[in-house]
Every structure is written in C-alpha cells, then in structure tokens.
C-alpha cells in the first residue's frame, strides 16, 4: 500500500526520534462504555460482493460518493458525535450508537442492505441496488414529560483542516479506475451551483434522491440548516428569487422532527439514504421505499450469523478476542468487491480500495486456513491479472514482493485444497513467472531480486532483504506445484534455481547483518541508513526461511521489540518522527508462536486489542504513540490488520510446523480454570480437519477432547503447556505421554488427554486489564501534559499487565 513506512530507529535523526503528539482528553472514555481505542473511529457498512460502501464517520454521519447524512440533537441542532458504537452480536455490521441529550437517549442503528431485499445466503451473489437503512429511536428514560429534537440534514463533505484536499478523515472520490482491481469510488465531484428539493417524503439534488425521510410525525422543512435573516423560503431552489450557491460544507435539505414524549416512552424514526442516488418516481426508489426496514435488518443478521457459522470457530472464555476474530471476517467480506464478474480483494473499501499482491496473500492464506477455501481460490485467481508481459507479477511499480506472494499463495492454496483444477490454471503463469525470475537475477549486479526505490514499507531504495524473504517462499510454491503436476524436469530446474538463489542472498545476508550488529536488516545495499522495519520480518513467517532460533532472528525480534510503544511496533520516517503500526506486530508474533515464547505471544496479543474500536476495527498507522489517538487520513476499519488477527488467533489456536501440526501454541491465563473452556471447531489444516475442547476438570487437572478427520495423518500432534502451568503427567487415550522440550508430542489419533498441573506463578492478563491499566498510565501522561506539554514524549515504561 501507499505506505510511508517504517520501524528501525537506528541512524534516524535525533528530531525524527524526538517528535512529539498532541494528546486527548482522557474523559472520551465514559466509564461503563465499551472502550474504543480511536479518539475518532470510523466504520463501515455495506454489503458483501458490493464494489463500494459507506463510511460511517468520526461524528457518526454517513457519508458516501455522493455526499454526508448528517444528524443534530436537541433543540439547537447540536451536530452529533456518536464516538462510542458496537456492532450486533459482536460482528454483525449493524452498528448501534446512543447519545444523550437534555434527559433524550437519541439510538442511532445504521446497516445497509440490498433492496429488494434477498432471502438466500449466497456468497456468490453480485448485489444490486444497496440502501443505507438507519434507525433513530427516541426514548425518554425519565419520570417527567420530555421533547425530542432530531434534525437531519445532507452535504457534500466535512470541512478540510489538513493539507490534503480531503475533509478530515473520509476518503477521496469521486475517483475512476483505469483497470479493474485499481483505486476507485464512485460519486461525483461538488458543484456549487446543483439544485435541491425537499418535500414529500424526499431530499432531491439534481432530481435524484440523496434520503428519504419520514413524514409522520410531520416534520419542518427546509433547504439549508439555517435561513437568512430567519425567513421562511421555498422548499425548491428553482424557487428563489436568486441562484442558490452552497459550499461543499453546507448543510442542505434539513428535516427537524419535535416529539414530545412521556416518561417512558419510545419512539423511532426510519430514514433511508440509496447508496447511489435514485430519481424520484423511478423503480429504483420505489424498492428503497418498499423495503422492510425489520424484514432487511433480520436479513443482514442471517446472512452474517450463516457466513460466520461456514468456517472455523474458535471459543475462548473472553468476547473481545472471539468477537475480532468474527468481525475480522466480515471486514474482509466487505472489502471483497465483485467487478466484471471478478473477485477483486482490497484492504478497504475507504483509502485503500484498491488490489494489492502482498495483503491478498494473506487475506487468501486467512481463508483458506479459516473454512473459506472458495473464497480464497476466487481471490487467488484475480491474482493472474497482475502477471505482466515479461513474467513479473506486480501490483504496484517495482514492488517485487508481489512475484513472491503471488507464487507462494498459489502453492499455499495448493496445499490446503489440494484443487488440481486450480494447480492447472495456474502453473503455465507459475512456469512464466520463474523464467523471469532468472532472467532478472541474471542481470542484477548482486543476482537477487532486483533493487527498487518506491519509499514504501522499507522507505528505502536498494535491495530490500523481505522481497528475496518471500522470493524463496515463491519458489517453494512453485515447486510444489510442478511436484504436484508430475512436472518433475521443472521441479528440479526450480529446485537449482531455489538453492542457488538461497546460497546468494544467504552470503548476502550474513555481510548486512554483520554490518548491522547481528540484525536482520530492511535493506541488504543501502547506505548508512538501511530502512525501517518490514520485510525483515518475515524469516519465519508465512515460511521458515531461517531457522526459527537463528541468532540473527533473536536479535532482530529484540530488536523491534526495544522500540515498542503501546506494547506494539512503531513507524518512522526520517524527519517524520514515530509512529505506531498495527498489524505489521503480528509478523513479530507469529514468528514467537513457532520458537515457543507463548508468554510474549499473549503479551502482544493483547496489545493489538486494545488498539482497536468498539466494533473491533484494527488501523493501519499514522496515530503518534501515547498521542491524539487519531489517524487523522489512514481510516480504520483496516482489512490486512483483519486477516493478519485471524491468522494469528488461528495459529494460536492449531498450527502446521512441518510435519507435525501444533495445538494451543499460546492460550491466556484468562481462558484456562474452573467452568472454562477453550473450543475451536471446523479447523481445516494441511491434514484435513479438527476439533477440540479443553478445559479444567478440577484444582489441578484438565482434559482435552479431540475429533480429528485426517485426510492424511501428521506424524504427531504438539500440545503446547502454557507457561502459566508446570506439568505434572499426561496421559493420551490412557496411555502415559512423557513431555519434550516443545510439549506433547500425541499419536495422530488421539482423542482423549488428560492433564494433572498445577499453577506456575500467577499471572493476570487479560483484555479489560490491559486496558484499564493503560487508561491509568495514559491520565499520567496526560497530567504531565496538562503540566509542562510533554505527556506524549516521555519514555515508555507501560508494559500490558500480569
């Protein structure tokens, strides 16, 4: 993506490493509410296969290609700021937020659905018209008669207060791609001088319907929020006496409705806004209007509870990380777009709604290893579309992590599927893209992958270490794959290719890291400064490249770690200071999840939860550590931070490792004692499928229940102790089971182990106490602020708690 990257701080100038961020009340987070990382979130609604969306802004305003609903409370039109939402059961992407105001409890309940509305759960599908449905329940809770003010109101856009040409925090339209797969989003682009209409039930620009309102009880009306001189005008800017001219930041159409209420008392009000304007009288807004606002709200919900039921399930005794996990899912369904017949993946459908080559390989890698093979397969084939001319797969210039990613994803769906249809769409692209492989080695001066200069993720130009990382990863997809086929000339040819590659850039890599002090660096040819954290990442993860232990690995891991901020990875530019980076953590703790440090897994684990929103949404970058707690551009929800959590909670969960295939490589002390259970059903993996239910039997006793439906056996199961627990003995299927140094190590067809431990230390975590804790270190940073300015740059000493 379009991101200015980074991580290693090392060299960076002292001003870069110095830069200090403006904080935030620390009264935004209400006591009693869920908490939401963001001081100014944003979500989504819309509908899976959909090619565009809706964000739901920072206020709570939806705002789309064609403009902004906004809302006001209260009887002077107070603009709402509903920073505090949830979604239904925890996924489902109806998002509920409530205000109040003057004793008035405003609910706001906002989805989108397809009208006429489908009955059948069908992934497939291609939808049409889409309508943004919201629900505005007024209540008075009190003993005393009260009235409720809502007013409602339509704009192009929010103001601007940065640089960019863009309001504060939505995303850039209208924008058309030049090929499928590009940045786009539909719309069109301000004019001050279009017409409106408000009446009848309608907002009209240009005689097509922004939102429908409703009429009962009879609402006031009028063209604009306010009126000159307070007069009361024309409901039709045809009508004035002069040509009516907005900014783009005017508010046109505006609705108020005055309900007074009893104690007691509910009233709600349905409003509808298409998500691509309508004509009035045209079939099109006839269905919005039909549309059962229950029947299309029922709909969305079992739609997502069947989508969510196809795949893998995973029970810990701890709602926030099951909860991301399902909503993870629905994020990346989001972001699927259906274009020409083509499923095309994007990493949003905001700032990022574009294809690229090095998030969909992992959102694929999500899929398959989490119950959605068919889904990964369909993305995985788009990924032919970015193949060029000569061989390369790239899908942005000069990014040649996406050659790699490309060919390990095809061999990676391969291995889970074992799809021989797909192995044999893929492989002439497969055998095209090698030959370009050695033909670029060839060339380049240090026969790697060649050298680039993007400043992006790395920030740096040279040959970038994570690019020949996941190369080697490509390589060994493709291997497996001629194997496959029975393509054995090519898998030798393939097989010299990987081991003279791997000889090169390994004596590559051995000079840089001497040079570096032990680390792993981004670049392997840069100057002084040698890029900041990224593609050196991935040793270990999605493919054992290094050996997990090797001692470059162990530095570069303490490496980032030192520079934590938040108990997550940080991101610099030079002469940009630090930022922190969400999801680019979870490269480090998948890497700790393969060498066994479970305990500093969890820690981090944590740390990711509680950097996302009320509705689970993880970001990207761009917020300062201990700072305003704003993205300020870089909009969540983030669909790579969603596939990288679930791939990582899988794998906490059942991993492969060779041969072998790993249980419960880390589990919280939170998920383990007396009436809990941890429960993961439909778990696809190289072998075939598997479930399994372990919980406490007594004091100092546990059992763990397991039906597995191999296809082919592992050579053993692994099940991880946690080091939260000291292993007394074990027994599978009644036989006795000694401990190795990684676990137990069970027959393939075990299907009952009990479990005699007892407690080693005491320790604490869990997601509400990392996040009270970190509340409590952020109001002392926040006094010191208020004290001397200097809250935000102070040293960082917050650990997640034990």
């Known amino acids: 993506m379009s991101r200015r990257t980074a991580l290693c701080l090392v060299l960076l100038p002292a001003s870069a490493m110095l830069a200090k961020a403006q904080m935030v009340s620390p009264e935004i987070d209400l006591p009693g509410s869920p908490f939401s990382y963001f001081s100014k979130p944003v979500d989504v ?42 979604l239904k059961d925890g996924y489902v992407p109806i998002i509920e937020g409530t205000v109040r105001q003057l004793g008035i409890d ?60 863009l309001a504060d925090n939505r995303f850039r339209r209208p924008v058309t791609a030049e090929r499928v797969g590009d940045y786009q989003q539909p719309g069109e682009a301000f004019d001050p001088k279009w017409s409106y209409r408000i009446g009848d039930g309608a907002c009209e620009r240009q005689d097509r319907v922004l939102y429908f309102y ?81 029947v299309a709200y029922q709909h969305t919900v079992d739609y997502w509870h069947a989508m969510i039921a196809r795949g893998m399930g995973i029970n ?10 399902r909503a993870s899912l629905m994020y990346d369904l989001l972001y699927r777009n259906m274009v020409d017949g083509q499923y095309v993946q994007t990493a949003s459908q905001f700032q990022y709604h574009r294809f690229y080559l090095r998030d969909s390989a992992d959102y694929m890698r999500m899929y398959d290893a989490t119950g959605y093979a068919d889904i990964g397969g369909q993305i995985a084939r788009f990924f032919l579309t970015r193949q060029q001319p000569d061989g390369n797969f790239l899908s942005q210039p000069q990014q040649y992590d996406g050659w790699g990613e490309a060919l390990w994803a095809f061999g990676e769906h391969f291995r889970r599927t074992r799809d021989m249809d797909f192995a044999r769409l893929v492989y002439p692209h497969v055998v095209k893209a090698v030959d ?69 850039f390994f004596a590559l890599l051995s000079k840089a890291s001497k040079e570096e002090g032990g680390i792993i660096p981004p670049s392997l040819d840069a100057g002084a400064w040698k890029g900041t954290d990224w593609g050196n990442l ?62 500093q897994a969890i820690r981090e684990l944590y740390a990711e939860l509680l950097h996302t929103s009320s509705t689970q949404a993880g970001f990207e970058y761009a917020i300062r550590p201990w700072g305003s707690r704003d993205f300020e551009g870089n909009l969540s929800p983030h669909g790579w931070f969603a596939a990288d959590y679930r791939n990582l909670l899988r794998n906490m969960m059942v991993r492969e490792q060779g041969d072998s295939l790993h249980l419960l490589s880390a589990v919280s002390p939170e998920w383990i004692g007396a009436g809990k259970e941890i429960r993961v059903t439909h778990a696809p993996t190289y072998f075939g499928s598997l479930d399994f239910t372990l919980r406490e039997t007594g004091a100092n006793t546990a059992e763990l229940t397991i039906e597995s439906a191999f296809t082919h056996a592992p050579e053993a199961l692994v099940l991880h102790i946690p080091w939260f627990r000291k292993l007394d003995s074990a027994t599978a299927d009644g036989v006795a089971v000694q401990a190795e140094a990684d676990g137990l ?20 975590m869990s997601y509400e106490r990392t996040v009270e804790s970190w509340k409590q270190e952020y109001q002392r940073r926040w006094n010191l602020f208020l004290t001397d300015g200097q809250g935000s740059s102070m040293p960082d000493t917050w650990r997640v708690p034990e």
């Not at 290094?546 to 980032?560: N, Y």
């Not at 190590?745 to 320790?763: E, F, I, M, N, Y």
């Open 45 to 86: 609604i819309g509908v899976m296969n959909a090619p565009s969306a809706t964000e739901i802004t920072p206020e709570g305003f939806l705002y789309s290609g064609y403009g902004e609903l906004m809302f006001f409370t209260g009887p002077e039109q107070t603009p709402l700021v509903e920073r505090i939402r949830t």
């Open 106 to 165: 405003y609910t706001f309940t906002t989805f989108a659905a397809e009208v006429p509305v489908q009955t059948a759960v069908d992934p497939d599908h291609a939808p049409g018209q889409i309508v943004n449905f919201v629900r505005v329940t007024l209540h008075n809770p009190g003993t005393t008669p009260r009235a409720a003010f809502l007013t409602t109101a339509m704009r192009y856009q929010a103001p601007q207060t940065t640089t960019e040409a």
């Open 214 to 294: 409703p009429q009962k009880p009879r609402p006031e009306l009028a063209l604009t929020l306010h009126t000159h001189y307070n007069r009361v005008g024309p409901l039709d800017s045809d009508k004035l006496s002069g040509k009516m001219e907005l900014t783009p930041a005017t508010p046109a159409c505006r609705v108020s409705y005055t309900v007074p209420l009893k104690p007691g008392e509910t009233v709600t009000l349905d409003l509808r806004m298409p998500l691509i304007p309508v004509k009035q009288g045209s079939p099109e807004a006839q269905q919005a209007l039909a549309a059962s606002y229950d």
């Open 316 to 325: 810990v005794p701890e709602a926030k990380a099951v909860d991301t996990f």
């Open 436 to 504: 370009w492989l050695i033909a670029a080695r060839m060339k380049d001066p240090l026969h790697v992958m060649p050298a680039s200069d993007v400043r992006d993720n790395e920030y740096v130009a040279g040959h970038l270490t994570g690019y020949n990382f996941l190369a080697l990863d490509g390589l060994q997809g493709a291997i497996t794959l001629a194997h496959a086929l029975g393509h054995e000339d090519d898998a030798a040819r393939f097989q010299h290719e990987y081991d003279d590659y791997r000889a090169t």
């Open 538 to 599: 991935l040793s270990v993860t999605p493919e054992p490249v290094l050996d997990p232990f090797d001692p470059r690995v162990t530095a570069t891991l303490h490496s980032t770690q030192a520079r934590y901020q938040e108990g997550i990875t940080t991101y610099a530019e030079p002469d940009d200071g630090i930022f922190l980076h969400h999801y680019l953590t979870i490269k480090n703790t998948l890497t700790e999840l393969v060498r066994g440090e479970d305990h």
């Open 745 to 764: 190590h069970l027959p393939a067809g075990t299907r009952v182990v009990r479990l005699k431990w007892q407690a080693a230390g005491d320790p604490h």
